[in-house]
C-alpha cells in the first residue's frame, strides 16, 4: 500500500486549493495532479483550456499554479449544464451541472487574482467559442462527462497542441461516464505520437511526443 502524498503537506498547493475548493467537483488528488502538471510547463509555450468548467474550481487553480508570464486560460462552459449526451453515456442524459453561471467564475477568477489571464466563455465548445481561443495549446482539460463532447474538443484541441503539450481527461474510468473511457480508449488506440497514462483516480494523461504527420 503506498501512502506518499505530498498534496497534504505542500503549501503553496494548500492555499490554492483553499481559494477554490467550494467552486468545484474534482478533487485533492486530481487537482493536485493538474497542479503539478502545470508546474512543469513552465518552458511549454501556449495557453491553457478547459472546457467543463462548472463554477471554476479546477480552472483558476490551474491559472493560479501557472508561472509562466503571458499565458491565457481560457475557460469554456454553456453555463447551462452537460450537452451531447448520446447512447454510449450510461448516466448523463444532459443538463446536468447548470447549478452555475459565469458571475461565479468571474468573481472566483478575481478573489484569486487571476482575472488578468483568465478568459471565460459562455457557449457549448467548439461550436461556439472556439475563434477566441489561440491556436498554440499547452495543456487542454476535458471535463465535460459524455462522450460526444469530450471527442468534439479533443478533434479540435490536439492540431493545436504544442509538442510536450498534455491533454488531461477527467472521468476517465468513473462509474457512469464509460462514454468519456471509451472515447479515450478509441482516441489512443487509433492515433500516434502522444504518451498515454491512467490511474484509478478518475484522470487519463496524453503528452504530445510528435507533430502531427511526423
Ligand atoms: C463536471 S462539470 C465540470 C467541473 C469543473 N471542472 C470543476 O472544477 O468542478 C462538467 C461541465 O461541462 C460542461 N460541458 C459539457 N459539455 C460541454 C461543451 N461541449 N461545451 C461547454 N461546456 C460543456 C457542463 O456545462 C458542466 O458545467
Same mark, same amino acid.
Given at each position: 500500500?503506498?501512502?506518499?502524498?505530498?498534496?497534504?503537506?505542500?503549501?503553496? #498547493?494548500?492555499?490554492?486549493?483553499?481559494?477554490?475548493?467550494?467552486?468545484?467537483?474534482?478533487?485533492?488528488?486530481?487537482?493536485?495532479?493538474?497542479w503539478t502538471l502545470v508546474r512543469q510547463l513552465g518552458d511549454v509555450e501556449g495557453d491553457f483550456l478547459e472546457v467543463g468548467v462548472w463554477r471554476g474550481g479546477s480552472g483558476c487553480l490551474m491559472a493560479m499554479a501557472d508561472q509562466r508570464k503571458g499565458r491565457s486560460v481560457f475557460l469554456a462552459d454553456t453555463f447551462s449544464g452537460v450537452v451531447k449526451a448520446g447512447t454510449h453515456d450510461t448516466s448523463y442524459s444532459g443538463g446536468e451541472h447548470a447549478d452555475t453561471g459565469v458571475d461565479l467564475v468571474v468573481g472566483l477568477a478575481e478573489r484569486c487574482q487571476v482575472a488578468d489571464k483568465v478568459r471565460v466563455l459562455a457557449g457549448m465548445f467548439p461550436e461556439s467559442n472556439a475563434d477566441r481561443v489561440s491556436d498554440k495549446l499547452a495543456l487542454v482539460h476535458i471535463d465535460v462527462d459524455v462522450f460526444k463532447s469530450a471527442l468534439d474538443v479533443l478533434l479540435?484541441?490536439?492540431?493545436?497542441?504544442?509538442?510536450?503539450?498534455?491533454?488531461? #481527461?477527467?472521468?476517465?474510468? #468513473?462509474?457512469?461516464?464509460?462514454?468519456?473511457?471509451?472515447?479515450?480508449?478509441?482516441?489512443?488506440?487509433?492515433?500516434?505520437?502522444?504518451?498515454?497514462?491512467?490511474?484509478?483516480?478518475?484522470?487519463?494523461?496524453?503528452?504530445?511526443?510528435?507533430?502531427?504527420?511526423?
Open positions: 500500500m503506498a501512502s506518499h502524498a505530498p498534496w497534504v503537506n505542500d503549501s503553496a #498547493f494548500r492555499h490554492v486549493y483553499e481559494a477554490v475548493r467550494n467552486h468545484t467537483l474534482v478533487d485533492m488528488m486530481r487537482l493536485y495532479e493538474l479540435w484541441a490536439t492540431p493545436r497542441l504544442v509538442r510536450g503539450g498534455v491533454v488531461v #481527461f477527467d472521468d476517465y474510468g #468513473f462509474y457512469g461516464c464509460e462514454g468519456v473511457t471509451r472515447m479515450v480508449n478509441e482516441f489512443v488506440t487509433q492515433n500516434q505520437g502522444y504518451r498515454f497514462v491512467h490511474n484509478l483516480n478518475g484522470h487519463a494523461i496524453m503528452i504530445k511526443v510528435a507533430d502531427d504527420g511526423e
